[in-house]
Structure formats: structure tokens, C-alpha cells
């Protein structure tokens, strides 16, 4: 699996976007990119994934350059309650087993 | 709405008892995930099942068992617990391979003293 790496944390005023970085400069063509969080100790919550189209639902939207070595995780209104950590993960299509590395710890601030 | 449920939410018990943590989802998910995360620290698969009967260790090594003999439930048992299984044990499943759409449980906060 492609290695990814983000920032340890972020600090985001309430209102702004939040855009959130994840490189992953190993990752190969039949990787898609999936974002997670996790509030608190509760259990971790679906975002979004994409292979290269730029993606974008409810939540959150995901832009992946166009060598697909890095994306952007944008939350559009972040509020206090997006303050999480964010991953960010590299998986085949097909293979199971998530993986969560130590993500972005996002802190929405008044 | 939980379509994924854990029991017991918090648990503490004495050292050499026997437990089992209860995972139970509604979804008719083929695959179930156990992992397991210290307070501040990374979360580690620890078990998983592709189906009824399967089951496969995880990348972090537990001394803890498995079992699936029904889609919907997936229960944790640690035969003796030990002070080191002190940890928030949490329960996913999803539809799909690949890493779209996880469903979390909200876990269960073992205590062994």
C-alpha cells in the first residue's frame, strides 16, 4: 500500500474552509484515496474516496492532482463540530483491511 | 441510527476473567472488523471475517479470539484478561472490498484491573 503522509494538525476558525493535505507520492494507479474521521473516542466515520476525478458529496469535497501524488480533503463550513482527526488512506480498490496511519488532528476554533 | 452495535459501551473487569465483547450489525455486511486503539494512539486491526466460518488475524497481534458463525455477529472473547488488554476495542463491517464505507461501532472501553 502507497505511504501517506499529513500534517500532525490544523487549526481552522469556524465558518472557513478546512483543507486538509495528504501526500502520496508512492501511490499507483489502481489506488483510490479514502478519508476518515474520528470524533473524540468514538468510531471512525466514512467521508469520501476518489481514484483521480475530483469528488465531492454531503460532507466534504476531495481533490486529487492531476499526478495523483497528493489530494485535499476540503470541508466547506467547517463548525466545532468537524474538530477530529482526519486520515487519510491509500488502498487497492479491491483489497480489504483498512489501515489507519496517525492523521491530522483538526481543531475548529470559534 | 446505530446500524452497527456494541455492548458493553464500558466494561471493567478484574484480572484471569473471562469476556466477551459484543458486535452485532444489521446491514447484512459480509465483512466485520475488530480494532483496537489506546487513548491518543493509532487504531490496529486486530481480527476481521470475509464471512460465516472465516476469520483472520489482524496486523497487530491479540490475544484475543474470534468467531462468526452468523453474518450479523462477531464477538470478541479474551479467555483471561490481563491488565495490558486495557484498550477501546472498536467493531466496523462494510459491503464492499477496498476501504469505501466503513460502519463503526462506538466501541467498548475495557478497563482490566
Known amino acids: 500500500d502507497a505511504k501517506t503522509t499529513q500534517p500532525p494538525s490544523m487549526d481552522c476558525a469556524e465558518g472557513r474552509a478546512a483543507n486538509l493535505p495528504c501526500n502520496h507520492s508512492?501511490?499507483?494507479?489502481?489506488?483510490?484515496v479514502y478519508w476518515y474521521r474520528q470524533i473524540h473516542s468514538q468510531g471512525p466515520q466514512y467521508i469520501i474516496h476518489?481514484?483521480?476525478n475530483n469528488e465531492t458529496n454531503e460532507m466534504a469535497s476531495l481533490i486529487i492532482t492531476e499526478d495523483r501524488k497528493s489530494s485535499t480533503l476540503i470541508l466547506p463550513h467547517a463548525t466545532l463540530r468537524d474538530t477530529a482527526v482526519y486520515y487519510c488512506?491509500?488502498?487497492?480498490?479491491?483489497?480489504?483491511?483498512?489501515?489507519f496511519g496517525t492523521g491530522t488532528r483538526l481543531q475548529v476554533t470559534l | 441510527e446505530a446500524d452497527i452495535y456494541q455492548t458493553p459501551r464500558y466494561l471493567v473487569i478484574g484480572t484471569g476473567k473471562k469476556i466477551t465483547l459484543e458486535c452485532s450489525q444489521t446491514?447484512?455486511?459480509?465483512?466485520m472488523y475488530w480494532y483496537q486503539q489506546d487513548p491518543g494512539m493509532e487504531l490496529h486491526l486486530i481480527h476481521y471475517?470475509?464471512?460465516?466460518?472465516?476469520?483472520e488475524k489482524g496486523d497487530l497481534s491479540s490475544e484475543s479470539t474470534v468467531s462468526r458463525i452468523r453474518t450479523e455477529h462477531f464477538p470478541l472473547t479474551l479467555e483471561s484478561a490481563r491488565p495490558s488488554h486495557t484498550s477501546q476495542y472498536l467493531c466496523?463491517?462494510?459491503?464492499?472490498?477496498?476501504?469505501?464505507?466503513?460502519?463503526f461501532g462506538s466501541g467498548t472501553r475495557l478497563t482490566v484491573v
Open positions: 466496523a463491517s462494510s459491503e464492499h472490498r477496498g476501504g469505501y464505507g466503513y460502519t
Open positions: 508512492t501511490i499507483s494507479g489502481n489506488e483510490y
Open positions: 476518489g481514484l483521480k
Open positions: 488512506i491509500v488502498r487497492v480498490g479491491t483489497a480489504s483491511k483498512l489501515t
Open positions: 446491514m447484512g455486511h459480509d465483512k
Open positions: 471475517s470475509y464471512g460465516v466460518n472465516s476469520t
